[in-house]
């Protein structure tokens, strides 16, 4: 089933507004997947929670941002390579603000050569849109190989899920309304320093 689901599903893309919503995509998936994963996917999606049933025994609204038991176990190998992003930005804007990061950071569950290194290349970078976006095609890719793992099962639907918060994520990117933050900014600081 849901090898039709992500069959019916629009893939995204990174350069184009995408065709789905991130709530119509988690609208699509229901009847599909349990609960525990319709919740996962609004996780990585990064969607406000639903309250859950009081049938279900909660005592309250899901928290769906705190790394809790509910997780599924493809859910949580996904949150722990994107921990390890994560992790090395953090790091790496440590090292550059010279700041010690020990007692702010947990190491993540994991390491990859190949992500510590892809993160030093896009600080590398000159430009901060740049590095950004550089930074959001290593979790493309990453979300890629996630997929890749098992192309028909929920890791691909997370994967997809992925696509379309990063696609959504860069629509939003708005050059005019970027430099109008910009110019209320230098006003600010002016207004302070006057």
């Known amino acids: 089933m849901l090898a039709y689901l992500l069959a ?34 609004a996780d990585v999606l990064r969607l ?31 949150f722990d390579l994107e921990a390890q992003v994560d992790a090395a930005v953090a790091r790496a804007r440590s090292q550059r603000a010279k700041r010690d990061l020990r007692n702010v950071r947990r190491d993540p569950v994991g390491y990859r050569v190949d992500v510590v290194q892809s993160v030093a290349a896009a600080f590398a970078l000159p430009h ?36 379309l918060r990063l696609a959504w994520r860069h629509a939003g990117w708005d050059a005019e309304v970027g430099w109008a933050a910009l110019e209320a900014s230098m006003r600010e600081i002016e207004a302070r320093s006057a």
């Open 8 to 41: 019916s599903l629009p893939p995204a893309r990174p350069t184009t507004r995408p065709e789905i919503t991130p709530r119509a995509f988690l609208e699509a998936c229901r009847g599909f997947v349990t609960p525990t994963r319709l919740r996962d996917l």
């Open 48 to 78: 406000p929670p639903e309250p859950e049933p009081e049938s279900a025994g909660a005592s309250g609204p899901w928290d769906g941002h705190a790394a809790g038991p509910r997780r599924g176990r493809a859910t949580r190998a996904w």
């Open 128 to 163: 901060p849109g740049v590095r950004e976006r550089a930074l959001d095609a290593l979790r493309w890719r990453l979300a890629d190989e996630f997929a890749a793992a098992d192309p028909d099962a929920f890791p691909a639907l997370l994967a997809r899920a992925v696509h």
